[in-house]
């Protein structure tokens, strides 16, 4: 009888993961579209200076406006896009566009900076050193002003990925570590990054108010941070006084709903002023 049981569980089981791979081999094939027929747009959220105010640079977001089910997040189609190499493509346009959007916006603000998100797969294609020096070409974008955001988890205890770190920051590319301590990593990795930029997860930014053993943590990545040179950035900043916070234990930048939600081009150009006269097209 429980083998019984067990065979009818199997059987609802394999319904379930069955319309879960109908659902994502649904979502791949829409995926491969999306890019041919301009699903794909990005959004930019503002990174500030804490101490200022001032903007810094824009996080590109990119989202998908699928034709029958409205806006699908990233956290949903980066994963498939990944299983299924799309990601290649999807990571490409994202870096061009985005290249091309922060130059334009250069003619009126030549200091602002560029983040954008470099998945694993990317990371890990062995052309991509040579994929962001054309992009930089091609767009004539200052390498300096470009940040590429990577995971801890995608860092293994390897070379390999301080070779292509460093291959890629010889361009003046900088890097970030994303979602820093949420990730499985040991800190003595930290040691070997040649890495300009620890992004503390919202995780950590979100409970610093209603939890006070958070600001110990906080405090304790952004010593250690500051102490391997490099620069701080809070992610998901709603409240006022987490900003002040942050920025009374020596972080430096931050970006959350505080300031902006990521927006599209358009809006971000309302925003900051960055529409040029000679724009009349
Ligand atoms: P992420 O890189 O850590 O980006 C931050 C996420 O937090 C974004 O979600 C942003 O909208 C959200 N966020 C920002 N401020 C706040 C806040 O104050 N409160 C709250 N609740 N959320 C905030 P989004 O845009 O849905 O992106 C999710 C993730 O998808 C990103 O996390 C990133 O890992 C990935 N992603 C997005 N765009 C790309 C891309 O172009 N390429 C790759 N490989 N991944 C991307
Ligand atoms: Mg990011
Ligand atoms: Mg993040
Ligand atoms: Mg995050």
Not at 89 to 105: M, P
Request: glycine share 6%; charged share 25%; proline share 4%.
């Amino acid at each position: 009888q429980a083998k019984e049981q067990g065979g009818s569980m199997y059987t609802i089981y394999s319904l379930l993961s069955q319309n879960d791979e109908h659902k994502q081999l649904m979502l791949e094939n829409d995926l491969r579209d999306a890019l041919e027929t301009d699903q794909l747009l990005l959004h930019y959220q503002p990174v500030i200076d804490l101490e200022t105010g001032l903007l810094k640079s824009f996080e590109a977001l990119v989202r998908w406006k699928h034709p029958k089910l409205g806006l699908v997040s990233p956290a949903e189609f980066i994963p498939v896009a990944e299983r299924s190499m799309l990601i290649n493509d999807i990571g490409t346009w994202v870096l061009e566009t985005a290249c091309r959007q922060v130059k334009e916006w250069h003619a009126v603000n030549s200091d602002i900076g560029l983040a954008v998100n470099v998945s694993i797969r990317q990371f890990r294609n062995p052309q991509f050193p040579d994929l962001v020096k054309d992009v930089l070409e091609i767009t004539e974008y200052p390498a300096h002003l470009l940040i590429l955001e990577i995971t801890e988890s995608m860092m293994q205890d390897d070379w390999e990925s301080i070779r292509i770190i460093d291959e890629i920051r010889t361009l003046g590319v900088k890097w970030a570590i994303d979602d820093f301590g949420t990730g499985y990593s040991s800190l003595s990795k930290l040691a070997f990054l040649p890495i300009d930029y620890l992004k503390i997860d919202r995780s950590f930014t979100m409970e610093m108010l209603t939890h006070p053993p958070m600001q110990s943590i906080v405090q304790t990545i952004i010593d250690m941070g500051r102490n391997l040179d490099m620069e701080l950035i809070a992610e998901g900043i709603e409240e006022a006084g987490q900003s002040l916070l942050l920025q009374h234990y020596g972080c430096q930048f931050g970006q959350g709903y505080l300031f902006s939600k990521p927006l599209p081009a358009e809006e971000i150009e309302q925003a900051y002023c960055l529409t040029t006269l000679m724009k009349v097209h």
